[in-house]
């Protein structure tokens, strides 16, 4: 039976595993508590929270949220990054951390209720941006409403020019 406070924690990592639109495990051992604060303010002003929960804890919130599959990735010291906005947003950061660090190990991550892999969660990282995939969802609708324009021009265009062209014959013939 865990104590009050180990309970309060489980419920409220359960609940972040739930909300979580992504999240991300990684081992942190070697890093300067400066470095650790660092990477905490940067994840925090990209909309992703980072916590330190001993591995038994997040175990139990895990398999009380329904999240299978983490339990061979809850070795060692353990830092938790959630995002309850974006599924990319720890992956990307945690794996920047990871290159820029270098003492950063992603271990897992979690996307919906199913765990994946440190090589998931690079791949997950590679992806684009949300806002670099509605832009290209908007370009992809936008283009052929841009050729719809254009061909619904043209012809005013041509009208246009052909008229001009009869103002200067006109003027040529009628020299005034």
């Given at each position: 039976?865990?104590?009050?406070?180990?309970?309060?924690?489980?419920?409220?990592?359960?609940?972040?595993?739930e909300?979580?639109?992504?999240?991300?495990?990684?081992d942190?051992?070697?890093?300067?508590?400066?470095?650790?604060?660092?990477?905490?303010?940067?994840?925090?002003n990209s909309g992703?929270?980072?916590?330190?929960?001993?591995?038994t804890?997040?175990?139990?919130?895990?398999?009380?949220?329904?999240?299978q599959?983490?339990?061979?990735?809850?070795?060692?010291?353990?830092?938790?990054a959630?995002?309850?906005?974006?599924?990319?947003?720890?992956?990307?950061?945690?794996?920047?951390?990871?290159?820029?660090?270098?003492?950063?190990?992603?271990?897992a991550?979690?996307?919906?209720?199913?765990?994946?892999?440190?090589?998931?969660?690079?791949?997950?990282?590679?992806?684009?941006?949300r806002?670099v995939?509605?832009?290209k969802?908007?370009?992809?609708?936008?283009?052929?409403?841009?050729?719809?324009?254009?061909?619904?021009?043209?012809p005013?265009?041509?009208?246009?020019?052909?008229?001009?062209?009869?103002?200067i014959?006109?003027?040529?013939?009628n020299?005034?």
């Amino acid at each position: 039976m865990p104590t009050p406070q180990k309970a309060a924690i489980i419920e409220e990592t359960r609940q972040n595993l739930e909300n979580a639109q992504g999240v991300v495990l990684a081992d942190y051992r070697g890093i300067t508590v400066q470095q650790f604060g660092k990477l905490r303010a940067q994840l925090r002003n990209s909309g992703v929270t980072l916590k330190v929960i001993k591995n038994t804890l997040v175990q139990r919130a895990a398999n009380e949220a329904g999240i299978q599959g983490l339990d061979p990735y809850l070795k060692g010291p353990t830092a938790v990054a959630f995002s309850y906005d974006d599924p990319v947003a720890p992956a990307k950061m945690m794996s920047q951390a990871a290159r820029e660090l270098r003492k950063i190990e992603i271990k897992a991550g979690v996307l919906g209720k199913q765990a994946i892999d440190a090589r998931g969660v690079r791949e997950l990282s590679d992806l684009p941006s949300r806002e670099v995939l509605l832009s290209k969802v908007v370009g992809t609708f936008n283009a052929p409403i841009q050729q719809l324009a254009w061909v619904l021009n043209a012809p005013l265009g041509n009208l246009a020019r052909v008229l001009d062209q009869v103002r200067i014959q006109k003027e040529q013939e009628n020299p005034a």
